[in-house]
């Protein structure tokens, strides 16, 4: 939350370079928890879904799956 998609992607791209990193998670919510409520949140599946096409290595995931994928 609070982030561009630019930066996420620049973290994910650096984590999928160093072995030692086997995972990388985002979290499901659809409003931010703290800071600014008009702040930047991407919607968790949407944003798998771009960071999967971006890396090669990484096992991916969402944190607080709450909402089920098919809503």
């Known amino acids: 939350m ?3 998609y630019e930066d996420i992607r620049r973290v994910w791209l650096e984590a ?3 072995p030692e990193i086997a995972n ?5 919510h659809l409003l931010p ?5 008009d702040g930047q949140i991407h919607e968790g599946w ?5 960071l999967a096409d971006r890396t090669e290595r990484l ?3 969402l944190l607080a799956g709450w909402r ?4």
């Open 2 to 4: 609070q982030v561009s």
């Open 16 to 18: 999928d370079a160093v």
């Open 24 to 28: 990388a998670w985002l979290w499901d």
């Open 33 to 37: 928890v703290a800071g600014p409520e």
């Open 46 to 50: 949407s944003l798998l879904s771009a």
């Open 59 to 61: 096992r991916l995931g």
């Open 68 to 71: 089920p994928p098919w809503t």
